[in-house]
């Protein structure tokens, strides 16, 4: 498979003084040329060449066509054929959770080997002082080791960190740590390196016992592991995620202090932060609203909506089999009354039918006051939506969002009906505890139907079109920004993707192996691959 290096990708161009002086056409900033340029606009057209002027695309077509627009100074980039794609975007990520840690974690992420797993492990232990922990918080799952499915040994781990403490997260169900992390927390080895989560790695502060055992990071160790995890989105292709989460997963100054100090490599939308519990909660929530401006997203940085757990008590599971409490609806009924009222957009945790259902039925009789249409909000997860909630969603002017971490709980999504549907969906992870963070994986399991370790492990998929329209176009869509992202149209926000193979063309199954070339947000070039 051809790999793309930029040590020949990008030129600068040279015009000689009399072609320059007979050019009656105002130059590009960037000009992208002899590739495969998949738009994805209401045609799903494929162009040879692009150009960028300011923070924005200004023509597209082909190479020939858009080369008289190259000047003194443009950045010309020969794409010798590859293919680019718009910049992807997550609709559902707990960005803050993996920057408080990131600079002590190993990511699992896509990792099919369990060879390799622990090459990686033995990597960061080394990289390390003896004595400091070692993390994988979440994003993988025992059966993607295509060599030797199944979690990990006591042996192995002691091995591969034999002077740091180590533990890994299944999700919020498991733990697996060697011999220093549970002697740190007063277990015995004997008993296993596997344990179960409850009281060592929690999803509710303070976390469990494990996650106290981990010196609170510096705010220099902060802004680094901002920089370093914004540049790993930026290389798996990312270039927008939504931001979920409560004030316990992390502060937002980090972040709005990087965003004030100029443009950010990744466009960020958050949530408003508070905690409702109860009665007295969704009071203390309401005022919060009501004293709050939705959706000041500017540029690259702020405050969409709320989500996604508007009153924290309707917290559902796909094993919920039954419908909520009078209290628990109403309470969350008003909080999303005064949301409506407000022109607040809303992205609620809704995994089983039960909980969309008595949800739909709360929203329409609010649409009835106040039109929730232009608020475009959604249900995440939908796991198991009926397509009698499909359609009430839809007349409602409402979005679905579809997460990569159904993958790792191998959930049978309803596919089909939500794409046949006509109502818009859009794509995104759930990272990074319960899932991985990479875009292109999610898209190869959703087009292939299988894992990682190339188990099938989906009936239901999408075409390759359908695919990168929810992750880009349509998550636009659900962020109100389908005038400046999600497309490459000229007008459009200059956010792309070079991809390292082709997207359009390559068996399903690899996919999931895609990785960026070159990553452009506002026309700048965020992450480019280095040369060997």
Request: proline letters at 5%; glycine letters at 8%; aromatic letters at 8%.
């Amino acid at each position: 498979m051809r790999t793309l290096m930029l040590c020949w990708l990008i030129f600068a161009t040279t015009v000689s003084a009399q072609n320059a002086g007979e050019n009656t056409v105002e130059s590009a900033d960037t000009l992208l040329f002899n590739g495969k340029i998949l738009t994805v606009d209401a045609g799903f057209s494929v162009v040879e060449a692009l150009a960028v002027r300011g923070e924005r695309i200004v023509a597209t077509g082909t190479s020939a066509a858009l080369q008289e627009m190259a000047g003194p100074s443009t950045r010309v980039i020969d794409l010798k054929g590859a293919t680019v794609v718009p910049g992807l975007i997550d609709n559902h990520f707990h960005f803050l959770r993996a920057v408080q840690r990131w600079h002590r974690q190993v990511r699992l992420d896509g990792v099919a080997s369990r060879q390799q797993a622990l090459q990686l492990l033995a990597a960061k232990a080394q990289s390390l002082q003896a004595g400091e922990w070692i993390l994988v918080q979440g994003g993988w799952f025992p059966e993607q080791f295509a060599d030797k499915p199944g979690g990990f040994t006591l042996a192995e781990l002691d091995q591969v960190a034999p002077a740091n403490p180590l533990f890994l997260q299944e999700r919020y169900n498991i733990v697996y740590a060697n011999s220093l992390a549970l002697r740190a927390v007063g277990l015995d080895p004997a008993d296993g390196a596997r344990r179960p989560a409850e009281g060592l790695a929690t999803f509710n502060p303070p976390y469990g016992k494990l996650i106290q055992q981990i010196p609170v990071t510096s705010e220099m160790q902060l802004e680094q592991n901002l920089t370093d995890f914004m540049q790993q989105l930026n290389k798996a292709g990312l270039t927008g995620v939504y931001s979920l989460g409560r004030g316990p997963e992390g502060e937002d100054y980090v972040m709005e202090r990087r965003a004030a100090a100029g443009p950010l490599p990744l466009r960020i939308w958050h949530t408003l932060t508070y905690e409702a519990n109860d009665s007295a909660g969704a009071d203390a929530a309401i005022a919060l609203i009501r004293a709050s401006e939705p959706n000041t997203f500017k540029d690259d940085y702020g405050l969409f909506g709320l989500g996604e757990h508007v009153y924290l008590p309707f917290f559902d599971f796909p094993s919920q089999r039954g419908p909520w409490s009078e209290d628990i609806i109403d309470n969350f009924a008003r909080i999303a009354e005064v949301a409506a009222a407000g022109g607040w957009p809303l992205h609620e945790h809704t995994m089983s039918d039960w909980s969309v259902k008595d949800l739909l039925t709360s929203f329409e009789d609010i649409n009835q006051r106040h039109p929730l249409a232009p608020l475009r909000w959604t249900l995440a997860h939908v796991y198991d939506i009926s397509p009698d909630s499909i359609a009430r969603a839809k007349a409602l002017g409402m979005g679905l969002a579809v997460h990569g971490a159904a993958m790792n709980g191998r959930v049978k999504l309803p596919l089909r009906a939500i794409a046949d549907s006509g109502i818009v969906y859009g794509l995104g992870t759930d990272a990074t505890i319960v899932s991985h963070y990479q875009p292109f994986i999610t898209l190869g399991w959703l087009v292939s139907g299988l894992d990682l370790a190339g188990n099938k492990a989906l009936d239901e998929t999408l075409t390759r079109e359908e695919a990168l329209i929810a992750h880009t176009r349509n998550n636009a869509w659900l962020f109100q920004q389908e005038a400046n992202l999600g497309t490459l149209e000229p007008g459009k926000l200059a956010d792309l993707v070079v991809l390292d193979r082709d997207y359009l063309d390559i068996p399903a199954a690899e996919i999931m192996q895609i990785q960026s070339v070159l990553t452009m947000v506002g026309g700048r070039i965020v992450y480019q691959q280095s040369t060997p």
